[in-house]
C-alpha cells in the first residue's frame, strides 16, 4: 500500500505542477507557451487521464468485493475480489510510472538500461505486492 | 560567448530587455544561472536542516529548491523582450520541468 500511496501522490503532485505551469503562462500570455509542446501536452494529458480513471477502478474493483461471498478456507477466508483489485492497481501504478518517465526520458535523454532497470523494479515490486494481497485474502 | 555590443538593444531598452540580453549572446545563460542557484539554494537548505536537526535529508532539500527554481523559470518564460524572445525558452523550461520530476520522483519514495 506504501508502494501505491507513493505513486499516488507523485501522479497529483507532477500533475498539479504541470497543471500550474500551463494556467499561469494562459493567464500571462507568454509568448512560448509550454503547452503548445506535443510531448509535454501528450505526458501532461496522459498522467491527468490515469489519475483520473481511478475513481471509476477503484469503484469497481469496491463493488465486487462487498458483492462477493465469503468462502471458509483452512484457517482463514477466501476472497478472490482482492486479487482482482490488486492486479487492477498495479496496472494503475504501472500506466503512471510509464506516464510520469516519459517527458524526463525524451528531454534529458536517459538510457534506457536504466529505464529498463527501474520497470523491472516496479513490475517486481507490484508482483509482490499482488501476491502478498492474495496471501492474505486466500 | 562574449557579448559584442549592447547597443543592438536599441534606445529604448528595458528592464525585461536587459534581463533577455544575455540569452542572445550565449543560448543557455539563465540556465547555467537556474543550475546555479539549484545546487546552492539545495546546499542551504541542506546545512540549515542538518543545523536544526541530526537527521539532515539531501534529497529533500533538492526537491524543495528544484520546486522553487520550476518556479522562477516559470516567472522567467513570461518575462519577454521587445523582440518578443522571452527570458527562458521553452525547451530550458522542458528540460527543468523534466528534471523537477526526476528529483520529486527520487523525494517521494526516499520518504
Known amino acids: 500500500m506504501n508502494l501505491f500511496g507513493n505513486w499516488l501522490f507523485l501522479g497529483l503532485f507532477v500533475s498539479a505542477g504541470l497543471a500550474l505551469i500551463v494556467v499561469i503562462q494562459l493567464d500571462n500570455t507568454a509568448t512560448q507557451p509550454i503547452s503548445e509542446d506535443e510531448l509535454f501536452s501528450a505526458a501532461s494529458g496522459n498522467i491527468s487521464s490515469s489519475l483520473s480513471s481511478l475513481e471509476d477502478t477503484s469503484g469497481v474493483q469496491y463493488d465486487q468485493f462487498t458483492g462477493e461471498q465469503p468462502k471458509a478456507g483452512f484457517g482463514s477466508i477466501v476472497l478472490f475480489g482482492i486479487v482482482s483489485a490488486g492486479k487492477t492497481f498495479g496496472t494503475v501504478i504501472l500506466g503512471t510510472f510509464t506516464t510520469i518517465i516519459k517527458l524526463p526520458l525524451a528531454v534529458l535523454g536517459l538510457p534506457q538500461t536504466l529505464i529498463s532497470v527501474l520497470i523491472t523494479w516496479t513490475i517486481i515490486s507490484l508482483i509482490i505486492f499482488t501476491w502478498l494481497l492474495y496471501k492474505l485474502g486466500g | ?111
Open chain 2, 1 to 111: 560567448m562574449v557579448c559584442q555590443d549592447l547597443t543592438i538593444m536599441g534606445s529604448r531598452t528595458g528592464i525585461e530587455d536587459l534581463l533577455v540580453y544575455p540569452t542572445t549572446c550565449y543560448y543557455y545563460f539563465w540556465a547555467v544561472m537556474l543550475f546555479t542557484l539549484f545546487i546552492v539554494l539545495a546546499f542551504i537548505l541542506y546545512n540549515r536542516e542538518r543545523e536544526e536537526s541530526t537527521q539532515a535529508d539531501l534529497i529533500s532539500s533538492m526537491g524543495v529548491s528544484s520546486t522553487a527554481i520550476l518556479v522562477l523559470a516559470v516567472i522567467g518564460s513570461l518575462i519577454t523582450s521587445t523582440n518578443g524572445l522571452p527570458m527562458i525558452q521553452r525547451d530550458i523550461l522542458l528540460t527543468v520541468v523534466a528534471i523537477w520530476i526526476v528529483i520529486s520522483a527520487i523525494w517521494f519514495f526516499k520518504k
